[in-house]
Each structure stands twice: as structure tokens, then as C-alpha cells.
């Protein structure tokens, strides 16, 4: 099946550090997401992408769709406390037929910042 | 308005017994999903329903039961647990808008002993 490699794993940065993380997919997606998982929660969704090349952003977050439709990397600028959690990146093909529904998710990214 | 609801949200099992983990959802969504999350693996889709009366296997359905009689809930049944299945679990809807945005529950942590 289709594969997410996620990285980084995780990172410990101070606060006002800016962040990057990305998804990197053996196989092209017509949409990328990004959540985040505060402790104790379901993952929420952060950005959605849906069409190569698209950057988007939302307050201190940026996500951009890979040109070749396998990669997508998300940026948060200025860390604070509360960005602390685990990022997701997940790709899905259009939502029709037998892919309605099917999000692929990466491994995850466990985020810390220190004060 | 909730959105997706799930109970309990711990449970402790001993191998060999049986629960049910029950997600319920208010928005109308045709579409309903149970996720697994497990350190290092992101989530995982067990099973899923694109409406009542009718469901299928996702990528890791073994151990796992489904079934869905009314738009509103989709249980998730271990018949028989098993320390594999020790996980958190989150049941995931999708209103039809085109793209596939799931919507996530705050999930069930399930330990098998």
C-alpha cells in the first residue's frame, strides 16, 4: 500500500524558534492535510492543500503541495507553548469511488518547545 | 452540538474478553471510519461505512467487527481482545464536500492484558 515517511520524528526547540517538518510519498496524492494532536485528543485539522504547487497559510503555520504531488512540508514560525503536540501529515486521492474517505497518514511528528 | 462522540474513553480488558467501542456523530455524515494510533505507525484504518447498512475493511480490520444500522452510530466490536490490540482508537466522519477532511472523535485508549 501507499507509504507516509514523516520526519522529523521529533524536536525539542525553544520557544520563538521557527519549525519544519515534512511528508515525503512514494506514490502522488490530490490532497495533502496536516493536523495536529494536542494530548489526550483527536488529531484537528491545521491545513488542507489541494493542488500541486499551492502554499498556503494559516496565523503562524504554512503548508505547501509538493510540484510532484509526493511531498507537502509545513512550517510554524515563532514557536510558542501551545504548539506542543504531534503533527500528522496525511495525503488522500480525490474523494470519489473507492478512495472516498481514505486519508494515508504519516508517522508523525511528537513536537516539544521549551519556555 | 458535539460532533463525533466516543465512550468510553479508557478501557482496561483482559485477553480473550470482548467490549464494544461506541462513536456516535450529529452531523449528519454519511460517512464513518475507526482508526487505529499506535507509537511510530500514524493512524491506521481498521474499518469504515459510506452509510447505513453498509460497511468495509480498511487496512488492519483483523480482530475487529463493525456494523452500522443507523447514520448516527458505528460501533466498533473485539470480539475476543488481544495485547495487539492494545491502541487508541478514533472514530473519524466525513461530510461530503469533495475532499476527503475527516473529522476525529478525542478517542478511546484500550489496554489489553
Known amino acids: 500500500g501507499q507509504q507516509l515517511n514523516q520526519s522529523p520524528q521529533s524536536m525539542f526547540i525553544q520557544e520563538g524558534e521557527d519549525v519544519s517538518m515534512n511528508c515525503t510519498s512514494s506514490s502522488i496524492f490530490n490532497t495533502w492535510l496536516w493536523y495536529k494532536q494536542d494530548p489526550g485528543e483527536g488529531p484537528v485539522l491545521l491545513i488542507a492543500l489541494y493542488k500541486a504547487g499551492e502554499l498556503t497559510s494559516n496565523g503562524r503555520l504554512t503548508a505547501q503541495f509538493g510540484i510532484t504531488r509526493k511531498d507537502s512540508f509545513l512550517n510554524i514560525s515563532a514557536s510558542i507553548p501551545s504548539d506542543v503536540g504531534i503533527y500528522f501529515c496525511a495525503g488522500s486521492l480525490r474523494a470519489g469511488g473507492t478512495s472516498y474517505g481514505k486519508l494515508t497518514f504519516g508517522q508523525g511528528t511528537i513536537l516539544t518547545v521549551h519556555p | 452540538n458535539a460532533g463525533v462522540t466516543q465512550t468510553p474513553k479508557f478501557q482496561v480488558l483482559k485477553t480473550g474478553q470482548s467490549m464494544t467501542l461506541q462513536c456516535a456523530q450529529d452531523?449528519?455524515?454519511?460517512?464513518m471510519s475507526w482508526y487505529r494510533q499506535d507509537p511510530g505507525m500514524g493512524l491506521r484504518l481498521i474499518h469504515y461505512s459510506v452509510g447505513a447498512g453498509i460497511t468495509d475493511q480498511g487496512e488492519v480490520p483483523n480482530g475487529y467487527n463493525v456494523s452500522r444500522s443507523t447514520t448516527e452510530d458505528f460501533p466498533l466490536r473485539l470480539l475476543s481482545a488481544a495485547p495487539s490490540q492494545t491502541s487508541v482508537y478514533f472514530c473519524?466522519?466525513?461530510?461530503?464536500?469533495?475532499?476527503?477532511?475527516?473529522?476525529f472523535g478525542a478517542g478511546s485508549r484500550l489496554t489489553v492484558l
Open positions: 452531523m449528519n455524515h454519511e460517512y
Open positions: 473519524a466522519t466525513l461530510g461530503y464536500s469533495g475532499a476527503n477532511v475527516l473529522t
